[in-house]
């Protein structure tokens, strides 16, 4: 898709700089740059990446934009920019060819909204409903009576089970899984008996999930992933789970049964919560941190088990004088062995 430099400052409620009329075809990088497209740059240091050569235009801050010819003045860049790709990549989304694969299985009792895309030997059963411009990738599967929204791509080997929603505006990437089985047993002297998983999983609007992650239903009731929220790749979310609204998790974080994490929280990749806590709203836990019990409002954690972030980082600075302190211990005992012989009395 080619448009103007001028039109790309107006979308993005930037100052123009050069050509109004200069044609931009797509986006690139700094680090990669490509005749007609255009690059961000938020310092001094990625404007010099591109080398010889450069991009048509850069979305870049008035210091900046006085080193070139053709620029986008903004007090975000990055943020002007994303604006850019979405208007780009919007373009060649609607370029695609929409519609239903002819090998494709659709029950004649599931509903399709116009303008949905469902891709080869994928599987939409009986009662399932996809909205308006949603895409279903191939080799998806979209169970009985679940419910995808309106403009949600689904992406190949996506597998939504029965009775599970998806909003709108969502992303899901490749291989996750949405209601699996919750892991629910009763232990009895014969064994483990199943606790039947028969809740469902709600995820709201402009949710994106990365790529092999499990979301699993709830026992009785429903799993519910807050509006706006991001996962990364590899994430596990157990039965009953409540993820707030805005919550960051980063890949191959596991969050176990019933727990609440509060809205706009962040968890660093490999963090593990116990079952049935809760993380008030706003808190940050540090990567490979263990999480044992509930957190207040604006935690901010790491370690395991984890502690207040400046409390573990002490105790973690003290492990590397853990030898050094070791020795001193033992001379100080030696000493201590020393002047007790000395006070014994003399026969």
Avoid at 50 to 57: E, L, Q, V
Avoid at 90 to 115: D, F, M, Q, V
């Amino acid at each position: 898709m080619r448009t103007t430099l001028k039109q790309l400052a107006e979308l993005v409620q930037g100052e123009l700089k050069g050509d109004p009329d200069l044609p931009i075809e797509g986006f690139c990088s700094t680090e990669h740059p490509a005749p007609g497209r255009i690059a961000f740059a938020e310092t001094a240091k990625s404007l010099s990446r591109s080398g010889a050569s450069a991009p048509a235009a850069l979305i870049t801050t008035r210091e900046l934009a006085q080193q070139l010819a053709n620029a986008i003045i903004s007090e975000h860049p990055r943020l002007a920019f994303v604006t850019v790709m979405e208007h780009f990549l919007a373009a060649e989304s609607a370029a695609a060819e929409a519609g239903i694969s002819p090998l494709a299985s659709i029950h004649p009792e599931a509903r399709l909204a116009g303008g949905a895309t469902v891709g080869p030997y994928a599987v939409v059963e009986q009662g399932a409903s996809i909205g308006a411009g949603s895409e279903i990738g191939a080799g998806c599967f979209i169970g009985r009576d679940a419910v995808i929204g309106e403009c949600t791509r689904l992406y190949p080997r996506v597998v939504v089970l029965e009775r599970c929603e998806i909003g709108s505006f969502c992303i899901v990437n490749s291989g996750t899984v949405i209601g699996s089985e919750g892991f629910g047993y009763v232990t009895t002297r014969e064994g483990h008996r199943k606790f039947p998983q028969a809740g469902r999983v709600v995820i709201e609007d402009h949710v994106e999930i990365g790529a092999n992650c499990t979301i699993d239903r709830a026992a009785i009731d429903e799993t519910r992933i807050g509006r706006g929220c991001k996962l990364d790749n590899l994430v596990q979310i157990a039965h009953n789970v409540q993820i707030g609204e805005y919550t960051l998790i980063a890949a191959q974080c596991g969050i176990a049964g019933s727990t609440k994490v509060g809205p706009w929280c962040e968890l660093g990749g490999q963090a593990g919560l116990q079952g049935g806590i809760e993380v008030g709203a706003g808190s940050r836990i540090a990567g490979q941190s263990g999480v044992f019990a509930s957190l207040p409002p604006k935690s901010r954690v790491s370690g395991y088990p984890a502690k207040p972030h400046q409390q573990a980082m002490r105790v973690l600075a003290l492990t590397f004088k853990l030898p050094e302190l070791t020795e001193k211990i033992k001379a100080l005992e030696d000493e201590v062995r020393r002047l007790r012989r000395s006070r014994r009395p003399r026969d």
